[in-house]
């Protein structure tokens, strides 16, 4: 009994040059009528990218086989394969093609113009790119931009602060960069100087495939690659909150944003962050306690003395820049002056006033020179209301802490 005309293909895979999970060269046996034929299908190179051009090439083992035509099938959606010469074929891999390995089959045509179909073991692995995008290219901070250093932080209210977010302009990711691996980590720098702990974001983003099904599987794919070290939702391919627990007054919050060099390989590119700085808008009067050493310079009753004495304690009232959040150089203040103790207001000794200090420290700072925000040096003028002397007019230095 005959053989049945090109019945179902039996694969058999030969050595050829492979790939770490892929074979660019097999041998299919086709059985026909009269005769097997074994023919060898191959590609010229182990990993393709999107935009390269694959070359097929057939041999016939048998000269005098009556198998028919025989043509390559690759299963990449929108690839069009195009003679370039006998028994071979060219085909270019679209930008758009999803990474992975795709299986190349066997149509064979016979002489009565019957087509078959038949599998083979060879394949197309396409990789994708694995460059590293620039990233003012495709990221902002919305909805407002922040200051390039400490000293230019934008001041924002804290449901501004809250609702700040990264945004990915996905488009802007040129073609052939690949997927692209983000941390963004964010610093606090409260008010007195002190640092608290950072926290870390690892994102992934990339260029639209236009197709939600292919922008979905490359999701999960690039999820698997992150493993443990991110959390990511789908809807994060556009935007990320910000990620900040709950923030003092005037504080600075900093987004720091990087390529995740532990996931991307490649070399680092220090030039290649974002740092933007904000403010954490406070109140614009501020009440605290300040602790000084007195001494005076100018009275005006030196016909009535006073033994002053070394120290002073008053509540103050602190003014704030509504945009920078330093504190005003001039401040206000009422409290005990000229005693030995906080409490020892003895007659003669000192007694009560009202306080205009201008704090030289605090012009120091506003300039943005390092100095203790606790630490006030300066000039007090002070209408002073003295136990069992008459009142008065003083002019005093002082040196003290506030808190």
């Known amino acids: 009994m005959l053989k049945s005309k090109f019945i179902k293909c039996i694969l058999l895979c030969v050595i050829g040059i492979l790939s770490t999970h892929a074979q660019s060269k097999t041998s ?9 034929e074994r023919i060898d299908i191959s590609v010229d190179k182990s990993v393709y990218f999107p935009g390269d051009t694959v070359i097929f090439i057939i041999q016939r083992n048998d000269n005098s086989a009556t198998a028919g035509i025989i043509t390559p099938i690759l299963r990449i959606e929108g690839t069009t394969l195009k003679s370039i010469g006998r028994l071979r074929y060219a085909a270019v891999i679209p930008l758009t093609a999803t990474p992975g390995l795709f299986p190349i089959g066997l149509r064979v045509t016979d002489s009565e113009g019957r087509r078959f179909r038949y599998e083979t073991d060879c394949v197309v692995a396409v990789e994708e790119y694995q460059d590293v995008e620039q990233l003012s290219r495709y990221i902002s901070i919305i909805p407002a931009a922040g200051g390039n250093n400490i000293r230019t932080a934008v ?72 493993g443990a070290f991110a959390n990511i939702r789908p809807e994060e391919l556009e935007q990320v909150i910000v990620p900040v627990d709950s923030l ?35 109140p614009t009067v501020e009440i605290g306690l300040s602790l000084a050493i007195p ?17 002073s304690a008053m509540v103050r009232f602190y003014f704030i820049d509504s945009k920078t959040g330093n504190r005003f150089p001039v401040s206000a203040g009422i409290g005990v002056f000229g005693v030995n103790s906080p409490v020892d207001v003895g007659t003669g000794r000192g007694g009560f006033a009202l306080s205009m200090f201008l704090d030289l420290a605090e012009m120091v700072r ?10 006030n040096i300066g000039l007090e003028m002070d209408p002073f209301l003295s136990i069992g002397k008459k009142a008065r007019l003083i002019l005093a230095a002082q040196a003290g802490f506030s808190f």
């Open 28 to 36: 299919t046996l086709i059985q026909s009528t009269d005769e097997d």
């Open 155 to 226: 001041t924002l209210n804290r449901e501004q602060v809250r609702n700040l977010m990264v945004r990915f302009h996905r488009d802007s990711i040129r073609i052939r960069m690949g997927p692209q691996f983000v941390r963004i980590t964010t610093t606090i720098l409260l008010r007195d100087g002190i640092a608290a702990p950072s926290y870390e974001r690892r994102v992934v983003t990339y260029r639209s495939h236009g197709d939600s099904y292919k922008d979905r599987a490359m999701f999960i794919q690039y999820r698997a690659a992150y």
């Open 248 to 282: 003092p007054d005037w504080a600075i919050l900093g987004i720091h944003i990087e390529p995740d060099y532990t996931i991307k390989i490649g070399a680092v590119d220090r030039s290649n962050i974002i740092t933007q700085y904000y403010r954490v808008k406070g």
């Open 295 to 311: 001494k005076v310079f100018y009275d005006t009753r030196t016909d009535d003395p006073i033994q002053y004495g070394n120290s």
């Open 366 to 375: 506003i300039v943005n020179i390092g100095f203790d925000k606790k630490i």
